[in-house]
C-alpha cells in the first residue's frame, strides 16, 4: 500500500514539476466582485479566517493621489467606514475588510503607475498600488537593487509596507521592507475647512513616521511610498541538506556569516535545509533565478488531484499515506534545487548565482498570460486546489532554541504526526532585524512560518490537529511569540498588544491622525486590540477562539472537551492538563497542582506538581453491569514534581480540586504519598465517571 501510495504521489510530483517548467498559467482573480446586490472583497485564498463573505456597499478605484484623497473625502462627508484594498489581497485576517452598512473600499488596482528611480540618491518612489515585481525590474534597470523583498512577490508597495512583510535578514537595516522606507504620504480625514481629506507626507524622523510604516491600513491609505536603494548586485546561493539535530544550536551563526540566510526544517523527516546566502559583485559569473517550486503555475488538474489526495488521507486519518508524500516532496525539492534555475530552464548544480532582482523574490504563477485555461496558482479559489491555514511566529533568539527543543519533543512522541506540514514546506525559517517602527519588530528576530491542512468542512477536526494547536500555543503563548499582522489564525492575536512596547503610542498616532475611527473595523480590532469573535459551535476547530465549552471545538465530530474555561492568561497554571515527555511516564497525562515557576532552593528551576494516570481506565459501554463498570472505571494515578521542560501543556484544563490532597508534604515519606495517591484515584474516578473531561481519560495512541 505504502509503494502505491509513493508511487502515485511521484507521479503527481512529475507531472507537477513539468507543467510549472512548460506551463502558462491562468493569473490570479481580482480579489473585488460587484453586481446588482453590491459588492464582496476577498483574499487570494478564497476564504477569510471566519469563512464569512467581506461585503460592502460600493468599491472606488482611484488612478492618482488626488483621486484617492477625494475618495476618502467623499467617505469622510458621508461618515462612512473605509478601507483600502490592493489588487492581490494575500492578507489572511480580515484587515481590509469594512463594516457591511456605511461603508466603501478603497482600492489601488489601479493606482499604479508611478514608479520613479532617484539614481543619485538611491531611492524610488512609487504609488501605492504598484506591484513588487514592476517595481524592482524598474529598479534593476537602473542599475540598483531593493534590497529587502518578502519571498512571495505577489503584493502591492502600500500593502507589504503597513502589514510589515519582510525577508530574511539581520543585516544593515535587516530584512523587513518598511525598515527601507525613506518616507511615505498618507491620505487621512481632515475637517471640513481643509476638505474631508488631506495627504499627510511623513520623512524618516517625523513624530508620526514609525507609526505609520507598519500601520495595518489603521491611520489612512497610503498614497506613495519612498524605499532607499543600493547600488545592483547579484547573490550566490546553495541549499545544504542536513541532519537536523543540532540545527537549533546553529541557527545564530548561520544568519550571521550569510546575509540572506534561511532555514528550511522538514520534522518528519529529520532535516534542515540550510540557505547559505550571499551578497556577490556584478561582475561574479551567472544568470540564474529563483522561481520557488510552491509559487510556480501547476496544471489545475494536478493542483486538484493533489488537494483531494491530501484530503482523502486526513478523512481516512491515513498518517502513513501523508508520511509517504512528505517524503517525496523533499526529495523532489533537493532535485531541483527548490526552485532554482541555473539558467532560463534548469538546474544544473550549486551555486546559483543570479541578480538580486531575480533571486530576492519569486511568484511566475502570479504574472502568467492569461492565454492558458488550464493551469493557476496552486491555492486558486476557482479550483478545488491547495487549502491551508499559515502561522507565523517571532520569537527572541532565546526563546527560539528552546521552541525547537519542545517541538522536537513533540516529534520524538511520533515523528509521523508532522508529516502533514513536510507536505507543504516544513518549518520555514527567517531572520528579520530589530525596526524602530511601533508595531515592527522590538528585537532581531527569528521568524517561524509553517502551512498546514485547513478542512473544506469547517466543523470536520483534522487529522493531527491537537498537535497544529499544541505547536500554535506554544508559540504564542509559552513562548510569547509575536504574530505576523498580515497572516495567522484569531487565538495568534490574544495578548498581542503586551507584546509590542510601542502599541500604546501606535494608539496615539491612530487618535491623532483618524480620531472617529473612519478606518476601524470589528475584523481590525480582532487583530489589533487581540479580541475573541462571538463563540459558537466549531469556532475553535478555526482557530476563531479558545475553547471553554464542549461545543466550542464540536465534540459531535469527535473532539470533546471538559467544561473548564481555559484562559491564555498563564500558561503553565493549575488545572492545566499536560502530558510528560520523559521518565517512566512518558506518554502519560497529568494535571499541573502547583506551578513553582521561579524554582525552589532545592529546584532552582521552573517546575511543577502534577497529578497524572499510570493506568487509564477502559471504555464503559450501556450494557456493563453495575460491578463491570465499577471494575472498568478504576485509575491509577501517580503524583510526582517535574521539570517545566519535560511537560507538554495541552489545550485542556481539568476541574478536578486536588490541592489540599497533592501537596509537597505528601511527597515527604511513603506513607503520605499512599494516602495522597488513593484521595487522588477517587477523586479522578469520580470524574470519570461523570463522562466530563473524556479527554484526559484516554490514553495516547501511538
Request: glycine letters at 8%.
Amino acid at each position: 500500500m505504502a509503494a502505491a501510495i509513493r508511487n502515485s504521489m511521484l507521479i503527481v510530483v512529475v507531472i507537477s514539476g513539468w507543467s510549472a517548467l512548460f506551463a502558462a498559467a491562468k493569473p490570479p482573480a481580482p480579489p473585488v466582485y460587484c453586481d446588482d446586490t453590491g459588492c464582496v472583497l476577498s483574499n487570494a485564498y478564497g476564504a477569510w479566517v471566519d469563512r464569512q463573505l467581506c461585503r460592502t456597499g460600493q468599491v472606488v478605484f482611484p488612478t492618482t493621489e488626488e483621486e484617492l484623497r477625494v475618495a476618502v473625502s467623499d467617505a469622510r462627508r458621508e461618515r462612512f467606514k473605509a478601507k483600502a484594498a490592493s489588487g492581490f489581497s494575500h492578507t489572511i485576517p480580515k484587515l481590509a475588510c469594512p463594516p457591511p452598512e456605511n461603508s466603501v473600499v478603497i482600492s489601488t488596482a489601479k493606482y499604479n503607475s508611478r514608479i520613479e528611480v532617484d539614481v543619485a540618491n538611491r531611492r524610488v518612489t512609487a504609488d501605492a498600488g504598484v506591484g513588487l515585481r514592476d517595481l524592482i525590474d524598474k529598479v534593476e534597470a537602473a542599475g540598483l537593487s531593493l534590497v529587502a523583498a518578502p519571498y512571495w512577490e505577489g503584493v502591492s508597495i502600500g500593502g507589504l509596507i503597513s502589514t510589515g512583510s519582510h525577508g530574511s535578514s539581520w543585516w544593515g537595516r535587516g530584512g523587513a521592507v518598511h525598515d527601507h522606507v525613506e518616507s511615505l504620504s498618507l491620505v487621512v480625514p481632515a475637517p471640513a475647512t481643509e476638505g474631508h481629506a488631506k495627504v499627510v507626507t511623513l520623512r524618516r524622523g517625523d513624530p508620526l513616521f514609525n507609526a505609520a510604516s507598519v500601520s495595518l491600513g489603521l491611520l489612512g491609505i497610503i498614497s506613495q511610498v519612498t524605499l532607499s536603494l543600493e547600488p545592483s548586485f547579484k547573490r550566490r546561493i546553495t541549499y545544504a541538506f542536513r541532519d537536523d539535530s543540532t540545527f537549533q544550536d546553529r541557527f545564530m551563526d548561520h544568519a550571521w556569516k550569510h546575509e540572506f540566510a534561511d532555514i528550511t526544517w522538514f520534522p518528519s523527516q529529520h532535516q534542515a535545509a540550510f540557505r547559505f546566502d550571499d551578497r556577490v559583485p556584478l561582475n561574479t559569473s551567472g544568470d540564474g533565478f529563483n522561481d520557488f517550486i510552491g509559487f510556480q503555475s501547476n496544471l489545475m488538474a494536478v493542483s486538484m488531484a493533489v488537494r483531494a489526495l491530501e484530503k482523502a488521507f486526513d478523512e481516512s486519518r491515513n498518517v502513513k499515506g501523508k508520511c509517504a508524500t512528505a517524503s517525496t516532496e523533499l526529495a523532489y525539492k533537493k532535485t531541483i534545487a527548490n526552485g532554482l534555475r541555473s539558467n532560463n530552464l534548469l538546474f544544473t548544480g550549486y551555486p546559483v548565482v543570479g541578480r538580486q532582482g531575480r533571486m530576492q523574490t519569486s511568484g511566475s504563477c502570479q504574472h502568467s498570460s492569461a492565454s492558458d485555461p488550464f493551469s493557476s496558482c496552486a491555492w486558486d479559489p476557482r479550483i478545488q486546489g491547495l487549502f491551508f491555514y499559515e502561522t507565523t511566529a517571532f520569537f527572541s533568539p532565546q526563546s527560539f532554541k528552546s521552541f525547537i527543543l519542545d517541538v522536537k519533543r513533540l516529534r520524538d512522541m511520533n515523528p509521523d504526526n508532522f508529516c502533514g506540514v513536510d507536505n507543504y514546506n516544513g518549518f520555514m525559517i527567517r531572520f528579520v532585524k530589530r525596526s524602530e517602527s511601533l508595531l515592527g519588530q522590538p528585537e532581531d528576530s527569528v521568524v517561524v512560518d509553517f502551512n498546514y491542512y485547513r478542512a473544506s468542512d469547517p466543523s470536520t477536526p483534522r487529522l493531527n490537529q491537537d498537535v497544529w494547536e499544541e505547536v500554535e500555543q506554544m508559540a504564542f503563548v509559552k513562548y510569547g511569540a509575536r504574530p505576523h499582522w498580515a497572516k495567522n489564525r484569531n487565538v495568534a492575536f490574544v495578548g498581542v498588544q503586551g507584546k509590542y512596547p510601542g502599541f500604546e503610542e501606535f494608539l496615539s498616532a491612530m487618535k491623532e491622525l483618524d480620531p472617529e475611527g473612519m478606518f476601524q473595523s470589528p475584523w481590525s480590532d480582532e487583530v489589533i486590540y487581540g479580541k475573541e469573535t462571538v463563540k459558537g459551535d466549531g469556532c475553535a476547530l478555526e482557530g476563531l477562539c479558545i475553547c471553554s465549552e464542549d461545543r466550542h471545538c464540536n465534540p459531535s465530530k469527535g473532539i470533546d472537551i471538559g467544561e473548564a474555561e481555559k484562559k491564555m492568561v498563564k500558561f503553565l497554571k493549575p488545572n492545566k492538563a499536560v502530558i510528560i515527555l520523559q521518565g517512566r511516564f512518558a506518554g502519560r497525562k497529568a494535571v499541573i497542582v502547583r506551578a513553582f515557576d521561579d524554582g525552589t532552593r532545592e529546584r532552582p528551576y521552573g517546575h511543577c506538581l502534577v497529578a497524572g494516570i499510570a493506568k487509564y481506565p477502559k471504555k464503559v459501554i450501556r450494557k456493563d453491569s453495575a460491578k463491570k463498570t465499577a471494575k472498568k472505571s478504576r485509575v491509577k494515578p501517580f503524583l510526582k514534581l517535574v521539570n517545566y521542560n519535560h511537560i507538554m501543556p495541552t489545550r485542556y484544563t481539568l476541574d478536578v480540586d486536588l490541592k489540599d490532597v497533592v501537596t509537597l508534604d505528601a511527597l515527604q515519606s511513603r506513607d503520605k504519598k499512599v494516602t495522597a495517591s488513593k484521595d487522588t484515584k477517587a477523586r479522578f474516578e469520580e470524574r470519570f465517571k461523570t463522562g466530563k473531561n473524556r479527554w484526559f481519560f484516554t490514553k495516547l495512541r501511538f
